[in-house]
């Protein structure tokens, strides 16, 4: 929704579109995350391929078992961009979690070594790019959130709405 629209709507309008932008921003975060997930695993494995040879199939496989927490863990905060503070929770429906297993395509995450370096490449060119779309949706709904929040905000500040009304349900 454009900034502009945003000033038509009623304050309790305004309430539920920041709500709902804010509830499919943490979705969104959610399903970004499961990507973001998937393809530290994949370049981890992907990495993993380059061991020399001496050290023996079964320390490789176990060396990507052994590395999945660290793997897995958020980098510090110092090295990631800033973001806006989310308690990521599944989402509301399970079609996040799906959608993120159909980017995957035949790769599985449960036997990555089974599978050719060309297909672990293919799967990280999917979800980078899916990546990059659900990125995009994200800044959208955080615009709207921020510009919603800014109208309440104003209206507030202004005295077109009192908190009186919060109290009443006006």
């Known amino acids: ?3 502009s629209d945003i000033g038509g709507l009623g304050l309790n309008q305004l309430r539920t579109l920041w709500r709902n932008a804010q509830e499919q921003e ?8 499961l990507l973001q997930g998937r ?9 993993r391929r380059e061991i020399p040879h001496g050290a023996g199939p079964a320390a490789a ?3 990507l078992l052994e590395r999945l927490p660290a793997i897995l863990a958020d980098l510090p905060s110092s090295v990631r961009r800033p973001a806006r503070h989310l308690t990521l929770g599944p989402p509301r429906g399970e079609e996040y979690r799906r959608e993120a297993d159909v980017l995957m395509g035949d790769v599985q995450l449960a036997d ?4 050719p370096t060309a297909d672990l490449l293919d799967a990280i060119e999917r979800l980078v790019r899916h990546e990059r779309e659900i990125s995009g949706r994200r800044q ?10 800014a109208e309440i905000t104003r209206r507030y ?4 709405a009192r908190v009186d009304d919060l109290l009443t349900g006006g």
């Open 1 to 3: 929704m454009d900034a």
């Open 26 to 33: 943490a979705d969104l975060s959610y399903l970004r995350r």
């Open 39 to 47: 393809l530290d695993i994949l370049r981890a494995e992907l990495d």
């Open 61 to 63: 496989r176990t060396d």
């Open 112 to 115: 990555l070594g089974a599978h």
């Open 140 to 149: 959208l709904l955080q615009r709207t959130a921020d510009d919603c929040s």
């Open 157 to 160: 500040r202004e005295g077109e």
